[in-house]
């Protein structure tokens, strides 16, 4: 019998063991997404709660952040006599980078861990096992359409970052440094492009899955007890972070490199 790893090492694979049988249950999850009628309602329930807590919180974050990129980008800009591109910028990284990292994180952080919580409350009352012994896999019951809900969610989040973050970034740059409002947007018309569009929406849409199939992940596989789904609740958010922000790097440094960045 081969040894068991410890120290360092062990943790590496247990950490890679989590890894593999959490993306087996994400398949698993999306194997099943055609037999829409056994999750449709649940899938409903689940996008209407995600909207009412995210909705806010994503107003609250993004008009904020775009006025205080435009007050600062402004203020270089202005020193550099490029004051009209600021709009540009903005808007440029609103829609590449701040939009599908802002949606993630407030999908993986607002609804993530209530998604955790009530998984895990069910992995405590023994109700994913009493699914299980009536032939209902709980994996095509709650977790499919929490996976599909948070994916749709997440994508129209990233309209509504975008544009409240254009608007902040709009008052201060047209109406408190004086760039015309035809500047502030021609700058954008001119860098963005509709490819940029897509892999936007395609981020925030791979981003909603992951958020949601760490949480039931983490839910489902909780220690039974109170002390337990706190816990998982806390490690689902962290690792949901990690892994959104290392897909963000991937699939952007795979899109400079096949679509360079168009120049002014």
């Known amino acids: 019998m081969s040894a068991v790893p410890t120290g ?3 943790r590496a694979v247990g950490g890679l063991a989590t890894t593999g049988e959490m993306f087996a249950v994400g398949l698993e999850a999306l194997r099943r997404t055609w037999d829409v009628r056994d999750w449709f309602w649940e899938f409903l329930e689940q996008s209407w709660f995600l909207a009412r ?3 806010l919180p994503a107003l609250l974050v993004a008009v904020p952040l775009g006025a205080t ?3 600062q980008v402004g203020d270089l800009a202005g020193q550099l006599g490029a004051q009209s591109a600021t709009g540009g910028a903005v808007i440029v990284g609103l829609v590449r980078e701040v939009a599908p990292l802002a949606s993630a994180l407030i999908i993986a952080g607002a609804g993530g861990s209530a998604m955790t919580s009530d ?3 069910r992995n405590i009352r023994d109700e994913l096992s009493a699914m299980e012994v009536m032939a209902v896999n709980p994996v095509h019951r709650l977790v499919t359409p929490r996976m599909w809900a948070a994916s749709l969610i997440s994508t129209m989040l990233a309209s509504l970052v975008i544009l409240s973050g254009a608007v902040g970034g709009f008052v201060f740059n047209v109406l408190l440094q004086g760039v015309t409002p035809g500047a502030y947007f021609d700058g954008a018309v001119d860098l963005l492009r509709v490819s940029d569009l897509f892999v936007t929406l395609g981020k925030c849409w791979l981003f909603g899955l992951i958020a949601a199939l760490v949480a039931c992940y983490m839910g489902m596989n909780c220690e039974r007890s109170p ?3 706190g816990r998982a609740v806390n490690r ?3 690792i949901a972070f990690m892994l959104v922000f290392a897909f963000n790097y ?3 440094t795979v899109y400079f490199v096949a679509f360079p960045p168009k120049m002014m």
Do not use: E, K
């Open 8 to 10: 360092v090492a062990g």
């Open 53 to 55: 807590v995210t909705t």
């Open 69 to 71: 990129v435009a007050l």
């Open 119 to 121: 998984m895990g409350a």
């Open 227 to 229: 002390a337990g789904v």
């Open 236 to 238: 689902g958010t962290v």
């Open 250 to 252: 991937v699939i952007t």
